[in-house]
């Protein structure tokens, strides 16, 4: 691993938790050079999905490639995403009655989020937007503005302005219900709070990167109803929450709220390929003709896969299903490794994007190495990387998901023993 230590910028951080150099993969299952098997609960954090090299999106992408198919389009109309805009439009936007205009950004999360922060601002004519503690939303100065954790938002060294943050659900007096959302129209309202109306609020129904902390259902109705009362657009980034990863395709359906905005990446091409969009409102697609472009606003290859996977997995509820009965395999066993421990844990997440909350960055930290010695991949998350955090594929095999449940209830028993032991 010489040349990427001598070569590679130090701000990796993913090799530093998992030393090895990987050679192949498929569905939930990493290989290492060395021959070793690792079950994956990162996932790409969120991007696969679908799993490592979907065979059913495998082969068209290869069908397409050889035939000799549109790789890079600029935003000019392909066959490619003629495919994926009619699948889009016939599999997931019209069976929810959703009206929006697709815009196809740079290829990654933070370029969707990019959009919706400028058109937000653009509508509205106002700069500020109100965001949430511990939201993550990326790393380019828009969208690390709008991010909480301070080690990202150092990194920008510049001033980071124009938002005001607001307490997220479960943050602080948990006595106080909507305590932020209480404290955020008090000031809207207030002509003395020194708070402007904002030109939008960003938010992530379940918060990946910040501790897997699920926002109440009622909690995201009440957020809605008050965008609506202080005419500010609601930007529900659903990057690493979205495609199906809490059970439904977009994580806010279970809340029949209708968002102005919405930010998709990660699994959205659902093989792992880069690409992001920005679904608008259509009275919100105020742009001038290449307003805001870029060379990779859209990604062909991408549309194919991602079509294959609105076909393969989104005609009808079977897939959704089968995430519901993976999803209670985990809290069951997550909640029984919660019980077993006591150790001031708890249960974070929703579906299939779960977590447990230890007392300590430093134990969740050596909970993932015990794990990873033993043949599983998963990281942390949260403020003080306290979270164990899980993000396995939607198609992990039940067999593989168990096994690595085992694997995992085993680090925490070795961790949390020689804790106890260590302090009697």
Not at 10 to 17: C, G, I, L
Not at 116 to 129: S, V, Y
Not at 340 to 345: K, N
Not at 361 to 367: L, M, N, R, S, Y
Request: glycine fraction near 10%; charged fraction near 25%.
């Amino acid at each position: 691993m010489n040349i990427f230590e001598q070569v590679e910028s130090q701000v990796r951080s993913y090799s530093r938790s998992f030393p090895t150099v990987f050679s192949t993969a498929k569905n939930a299952r990493l290989q290492s050079r060395d021959g070793r098997s690792y079950i994956d609960f990162l996932a790409g954090a969120g991007t696969l999905n679908y799993g490592h090299n979907n065979d059913l999106l495998k082969q068209p992408l290869l069908d397409y490639i050889q035939a000799d198919g549109i790789t890079h389009g600029l935003d000019m109309y392909t066959e490619a995403k003629e495919g994926f805009l009619q699948a889009f439009q016939k599999i997931i936007m019209k069976p929810r009655d959703m009206n929006y205009k697709v815009q196809f950004t740079g290829p990654t999360g933070t370029n969707a989020v990019e959009v919706a922060l400028k058109i937000a601002r653009k509508a509205k004519e106002r700069t500020g937007i109100v965001s949430f503690t511990n939201g993550y939303h990326g790393c380019t100065l828009g969208s690390q503005a709008v991010t909480g954790n301070k080690g990202q938002r150092k990194g920008a060294v510049v001033s980071l302005g124009d938002v005001t943050r607001i307490p997220y659900d479960d943050y602080g007096d948990e006595d106080d219900d909507f305590m932020g959302l209480k404290l955020l129209d008090q000031m809207l309202s207030d002509p003395g709070s020194g708070v402007e109306v904002p030109a939008g609020v960003i938010a992530e129904t379940v918060q990946g990167e910040g501790g897997m902390t699920a926002a109440r259902m009622s909690w995201l109705q009440q957020l809605e109803s008050l965008c609506r009362k202080h005419d500010m657009l609601l930007i529900i980034d659903d990057i690493q929450a979205g495609c199906g990863r809490t059970g439904t395709f977009f994580s806010f359906e279970p809340a029949g709220i209708k968002p102005d905005i919405v930010t998709l990446s990660k699994s959205l091409s659902g093989y792992g390929l880069p690409f992001a969009v920005t679904l608008l409102r259509p009275d919100l697609d105020l742009w001038d003709p290449a307003e805001h472009n870029g060379t990779f606003r859209g990604n062909n290859l991408a549309f194919v896969t991602a079509r294959v996977a609105l076909e393969e997995y989104w005609q009808d509820d079977k897939f959704a299903q089968q995430i519901k009965q993976k999803a209670e395999i985990l809290e069951k066993r997550f909640s029984g490794i919660v019980d077993r421990f006591d150790a001031d844990m708890k249960l974070k997440g929703r579906g299939m994007m779960r977590g447990i909350a230890t007392p300590s960055g430093e134990i969740a930290g050596q909970i993932c190495k015990e794990a990873f010695a033993n043949g599983l991949a998963v990281e942390t998350s949260g403020s003080w990387s306290e979270v164990v955090k899980c993000l396995c594929p939607l198609t992990i095999p039940e067999e593989d998901l168990n096994e690595g449940l085992d694997i995992l209830e085993n680090a925490f028993a070795s961790v949390l023993s020689e804790k106890e032991a260590k302090a009697s």
